[in-house]
């Protein structure tokens, strides 16, 4: 379907595939578990049905915390036809801790002004405890109780209405919920299935183990297919992460033809599937192989392409992409059928100069891959700190341009006004463009990505803040972006004495591992004064993370490569 | 806590080493978040590779409660004598 097509609505896109017979399969307990999108259609309107007969009206908010992926996509499509605003929230992990897990989640309920909660029966109980300190929630709903009649609704939502807010991880500090249109969607969706995308066509099957509080795995995996009739299999994210073989045997029963996935998912099978695990795998129908949502290694796609390519992957199917939830999904593809394209460029260049100029000698390089290029209709801008454009190789802020532009933050009109002006998404990302193709090479902005999941600096820093030991206020973390790997997560912190060195490092390593799953790379305990803070008070996060790169220039050599 | 054999001790071991992504030596006193650099993604790896190693299911409730190499140990070895038990007649 590669024809352009006029803007849908959500609602409007089910009610269409509906209509074309096609569905998702839901992998449930290892079985296939298929449901036609007229299923899908019906059970979002006894959703809609329920919710209205609960009292939401237009306009409220309504969070929504399910694992379980049909009953998230139905509340989703069913909060979408009542024509309440959907707010896409994180269920907890299993293996975190839950307290700490509704601490931040009572912050993000009071940041998106939510009037209700769907959720399982085994949270809902802890949902109403956050009913205190949560004024404005007043309907803590379980999925399995949304069973009113089917009525189709009277009143569908617009274009330019809110289709769904995505809280893209918990917060203590200032959650950021990405609004956008049903417009928005349409337009990205449609851009990615285009003939400047994927060129979906009948026969293709998409194939996502992506959890559907992320961009790419609802976004890309779940209304990618539904928007033109395709048929979408949707496996549980911890089964891939236990089994990551099951994503390839999806593919393989399914003959799954599109899957996208962050980087550290083509790493996991490079490591993690022994060779009886590739028996019986055919990956030959994979079309397009979409990596993104964290930064490409062109060695993960090498490693990956040899070690499956005696069951039929192609390098020609690797389809690395650049793009971000403020931009719906995707901003750049490359052409379709082309291996990756990478560039080695020396990395004294691109740091001092802020220029992409091809390596010299093989020291002290990096090597970028190519994102590909902006869709029609969207654009992409490289500039400097004034907003200035810049030209070819010349390495700036990544701005985007375009119908799938976020409407904003919802509810962060300030936040909002920084991240777009006039037009123009600044998403805080640096690349450079060469021969209009674009390379990503770092990040300006102050988030620190892992395992294709965005942390904000500020609430670590606010977490190790409270522990014994450390100079309250005196606490920087940051993501160390190197071009071609993985964060290392810093966090800088002032000892005030009373802890030793050794046990105020693994009580900070801790802390942020039961916070927030993540493991920091290197606790850097600093003397008095490294931190700077502004006047008004607030930690200079720039200027303590160049001090700290001046502290490891002079160190030794083998610690400042290292990570 | 049962008594764990060097057999489960040695497997568990190099399961960490398996799993991690950093060389790593790790002793029955390593913690895995502090010590052994183990972030919640790898956390569920390791159950993985241990549930296919001493052919045991971990129930993912008593994972958050889990901090050091011993603790591992101590519940395979339990979860590994509850099997041997059902399949002895």
Known sequence: MTKSRDPRTLPQALAEAAHAGKGYCFVQNGVDVPRPYGEIERAAFQVARSLRDAGLRRGDVVAIVLADAEQFLTTLFGASIAGVIPASLYPPSPTRDLQRYFELTANTLRAADARAVVTSSSLAPDFEALRGTCRRLSLVLVRDALDAAPIAPDRMPGLDDIAFVQYTSGSTSAPKGVALTHRNVCANVDAINGPSGVASSKGDVAVSWLPLNHDMGLVGMALGPLYCGLPGVILPPHLFVRRPAEWLRAMTRHRGTISFAPNFAFDLCLRRLKDRDLDGLDLSPWRIAGCGAEPVHAQTLAAFTEKF????????????????????????????????????????????????????????????????????????????????????????????????????????????????????LHTGDLGYLSG????????????????????????????????????????????????????????????????????????????????????????????????GRTTSGKVQRAATRARYHELRADGPAGEAAGG | MPPASAPIENGVIDALKTVSRRPIEPTLESDLVADLGFDSLQVLELIAELEDRFDISIPLNDVPATRTVAQVVAQVAELVGSRTERSTP
């Open chain 1, 436 to 531: 209009g193709e674009l390379f990503v090479c770092g990040r300006e902005k102050d988030i620190i990505i892992a395992n294709g999941r965005k942390y904000h600096p500020q609430d670590l820093e606010w977490a190790v803040d409270d522990l014994a030991g450390v100079r309250r206020g005196r606490v920087v973390a940051f993501g160390d972006a190197k071009p071609g790997r993985a964060d290392r997560v810093v966090i800088v912190v002032e000892p005030n004495g009373t802890v030793p060195g050794a046990a105020l490092t693994d009580s900070i390593r801790r802390q942020v591992s039961d916070l927030f799953g993540l493991y920091v790379d290197e606790v850097a305990l600093v003397p008095s004064g490294t931190v």
């Open chain 1, 309 to 424: 390519a005696s069951v039929g992957f192609r390098a020609s199917s690797l389809f690395p992409s650049y793009g971000l939830a403020e931009h719906v999904l995707a901003a750049t593809f490359p052409p379709r059928g082309r291996p990756p394209v990478a560039e080695t460029v020396s990395l004294d260049d691109l740091n001092r100069l802020r220029l992409a100029r091809p390596a010299t000698d093989e020291h002290n390089t990096v090597t970028i891959v190519s994102c590909g290029r902006p869709f029609p209709g969207h654009a992409v801008r490289i500039v400097d700190e004034s907003g200035r454009p810049l030209g070819e190789r010349e390495v700036g802020e990544i701005t985007l341009n375009g119908p799938s532009v976020m409407l904003g933050y919802y509810r962060q009109e300030a936040l909002t006004a920084q991240t777009i002006r006039d037009g123009w």
